[in-house]
């Protein structure tokens, strides 16, 4: 039987546990509490390690579009007030347009003229007070009198029976031997013996048919015979500086001038070039309609020039839209001048010149080199071709101061270039023969 000791010192009996311990006893000689977690350790404190309220739950409306999302602000996709009406006026004419005309039919032609004048074909009508810029720089002082003063109503309003030269007789200026025979004597049996005086002429043509050459040919005449003549440059340059090797159309004038006065270059230069001047007038290089009149009317104002050829007057104007006006402005101020124009044109695949009748009527005279085809073996031998040939006729077409020759003459470019009555050209055609001839 064991005997229990009795403690000595003053430590007091442990109690007994009314459960199993909660860790083991420490070992013998080991420090009190060692090994032992700290006084409410296994216990965690309460709530920890839960999330707190409303962890993971989306904030209130998460996911919900805001009032009013995807609906148009208010008035989305409407007009704004007036939108699509016109603003007040328009569409009417200014205060006073069309007043002096004093009635509505004059002013719907106006209004008429300005919208369709542009774009629909139609010509534009003047209204008082304003001035074609075309015509403009061919009216000395821009149009307004010198004085600034009204000239009166009876300014321009003439009276036939006060006019002392009442007749007067169409002088010819000899330009080229097959031109010179198209236009007749007032009594149509000899030819007038050159292109009408003082007149704008239309001469128009397929390209390679000798237009150019025969109108060098006719300055070179008339500049021999003393008068200053002008001729313009609108289509390639006349001289090349460079020197490319280009046998250009300076180089050409001279050479064609040369074989049609006999005149060495010495004496070309001092009788036929010394009353020629040349107005470059090439739209490529920048040269306007109003550069062209202004150098136009230079030369003939102040430079005395008479006998002016325009090569060509459709390049002047690229658009080919105002041909017609452009050469009526050209005719009154040559009438005005004294100036005999030859202007060159194109032809359309229709045959019709560039400009249409318009050009024609506008025209003192017209000429034409045209394309007959030989439809019938009957025609070629009339004609001196063959069955369905196309040969080359000069045609002149009108003249408003003389009688013309009312046949179509067969032309070619005999052996040097030059235009010439074809050798096939029929008997019963022949030309009437030159005054005095």
């Known amino acids: 039987m064991a005997i229990k000791k009795k403690k000595t010192g003053g430590e007091p009996e442990a109690p007994a546990s009314a459960g199993p311990p909660t860790s083991p006893p420490p070992p013998a000689g080991a420090l009190p509490g060692h090994g032992q977690p700290p006084a409410g350790y296994a216990a965690p404190p309460p709530g920890y390690g839960a999330p707190p309220p409303g962890y993971g739950a989306p904030p209130p409306g998460y996911g919900q579009p805001p ?73 000395a002082g821009g149009g307004a009198p010198a004085d600034d003063q009204e ?43 050159g292109l009408p005086q003082g007149c704008t002429i239309a001469f128009a043509g397929p390209p ?84 062209f009149i202004r150098r136009y009317r230079y030369v003939v104002e102040d430079q005395g020039v008479r006998f002016v050829v325009v090569d060509s007057l459709n390049t002047l104007d690229p658009t080919h839209a105002r041909t017609a006006e452009n050469l009526s402005v050209l005719k009154t101020y040559n009438h005005e001048h004294g100036v005999t124009c030859v202007t060159i044109g194109q032809i359309k695949d229709t045959g019709e010149p560039v400009g249409g009748e318009a050009l024609m009527h506008t025209a003192d005279a017209v000429l034409l080199i045209e394309e007959l085809s030989l439809g019938s073996k009957e025609m070629a031998e009339f004609w001196g071709g063959k069955y369905r040939e196309k040969i080359t006729v000069l045609h002149a077409r009108k003249s408003v101061t003389t009688p013309v020759f009312p046949h179509p003459v067969r032309v070619w470019l005999d052996e040097q270039g030059r235009l010439a009555v074809h050798p096939g050209h029929p008997a019963e055609l022949a030309l009437p023969p030159l005054p005095g001839g």
């Open 67 to 139: 009032p009013g999302y995807g609906q148009p602000p208010p008035g989305y996709g409407q007009p704004p007030p007036g939108y699509g009406q016109p603003p007040p006026g328009y569409g009417q004419p200014p205060p006073g347009y069309g007043a002096p005309y004093g009635n509505p039919m004059a002013q719907l032609m106006q209004m008429m003229a300005a919208f369709g004048g542009g774009g629909m074909g139609m010509a534009p009508i003047p209204v008082p007070g304003q001035v074609d810029p075309s015509a403009q720089p061919f009216m």
């Open 151 to 193: 000239p009166g109503l009876a300014a321009d309003i003439v009276s036939p029976a006060t006019v002392e030269d009442l007749l007067k007789e169409q002088k010819a200026l000899p330009v080229q031997p097959v031109l010179d025979r198209l236009c007749l004597s007032p009594d149509g049996k000899t030819a007038l013996g």
């Open 208 to 291: 390679g048919r000798g237009k150019t050459r025969a109108m060098l040919e006719g300055i070179a005449r008339v500049a021999r015979s003393g008068t200053k003549c002008a001729y313009v440059v609108a289509e390639e340059g006349f001289r090349d500086e460079d020197n490319p090797g280009r046998d250009d159309l300076c180089s050409r004038f001279a050479r064609i001038a040369m074989a049609a006065t006999g005149l060495d270059e010495d004496g070309l230069r001092e009788h036929v070039l010394s009353n020629v001047l040349i107005i470059q007038a090439q739209y490529h290089k920048g040269h306007t309609w109003d550069d």
